[in-house]
């Protein structure tokens, strides 16, 4: 009975749970926890099976990850990934799904722009509530005192650092955006020096390039922020600090407008902080 009363009802408290024992947690329940927080809507809808091979481990071990938390079984965990999925769809879903259904005489162009500006909303409401106070400010002055900041993205990141490193220019700070043709970053990233500091950014499936020289710089102490979408995230081991950004989407496709107001925030609060220098 003791036990029934101290298992998270919720998934925010299930993800602090998770999150607490993340060292302790044995290598293959570790990467199903890393799993569940980044594909919430995959544990909710799935079978034992499915997830388990998405996932790439035995069904056994979604048993013993439940378990190793105080639940039951599966079933038991499962049901507070679906009891989050009914949350979410009394508001944000039922959002778009009013945007699909009746249009209200709009074209089915209005409605696209309306459903990405909506999944827009939500991405920076979410990260809004998600960034801590302190966070933000260790990641300003970490950046705000380095000599040169060095850019890591690629893919669908790639377009939030190009920004960065455009403001960045603009504000008269020395940057450099990781981003050879030539296939030279590495040698390029050589030159950092723990009075520098890189911000990288990535989100599942990460991107292999950004997670190798983020980890490469984290272990000649230069110091690195990230922006990703897990505490298991690969960037985030390799972060002196770093903020976690869930993107909503439409149809499929993730807004990138949390990550982007973000960004910039950082960008511009570093150049005030170094007004103050």
Same mark, same amino acid.
């Given at each position: ?110 409605? &696209?722009?309306?459903? $990405?500006?909506?999944? %827009? @909303?939500?991405? /920076? #409401? ?8 302190? !966070? ?62 890189? &911000?990288?950014?990535? $989100?599942?499936?990460? %991107? @292999?390039?950004? /997670? #190798? ?8 102490? !230069? ?55």
């Amino acid at each position: 009975m003791d036990n029934e009363m101290s298992l998270p009802r919720d998934f925010d408290a299930l993800r602090t749970m998770i999150l607490d024992r993340r060292e302790a947690l044995p290598k293959r329940l570790a990467q199903i926890a890393a799993y569940a927080l980044s594909n919430p809507d995959e544990i909710a809808f799935g079978t034992a099976a499915s997830i388990a091979q998405t996932a790439g481990v035995q069904p056994s071990t979604l048993i013993r990850f439940a378990q190793h938390l105080g639940f039951d079984g599966f079933t038991s965990l499962q049901s507070v990934f679906r009891e989050r999925l009914r949350e979410r769809q009394v508001s944000y879903e039922e959002r778009l799904s009013a945007l699909r259904g009746d249009t209200h005489g709009l074209s089915k162009n209005r409605v &696209i722009l309306n459903g $990405f500006l909506t999944a %827009a @909303s939500h991405s /920076i #409401e979410t990260i809004s509530h998600n960034v801590e106070e302190d !966070v933000l400010t260790s990641a300003v002055d970490i950046l705000a005192g380095a000599e040169t900041i060095y850019l890591l993205a690629r893919r669908r990141s790639y377009p939030i650092t190009a920004y960065m490193a455009y403001a960045f220019g603009k504000l008269k700070i020395r940057n450099q955006l990781i981003e050879s043709t030539a296939g030279i970053d590495p040698e390029i990233l050589s030159f950092a020096k723990p009075t520098d500091a890189a &911000i990288a950014i990535s $989100f599942s499936p990460y %991107a @292999s390039a950004t /997670i #190798e020289h983020a980890a490469a710089l984290a272990a000649r102490n !230069v110091p690195v922020v990230a922006i990703t979408d897990s505490a298991f995230s690969p960037l985030a081991q390799s972060a002196k600090v770093w903020f976690e950004a869930a993107e909503g989407d439409f149809s499929g496709f993730r807004s990138l407008s949390g990550t982007m107001a973000l960004a910039m925030a950082l960008t511009v609060s570093v150049a005030e902080k170094r007004r103050s220098f």
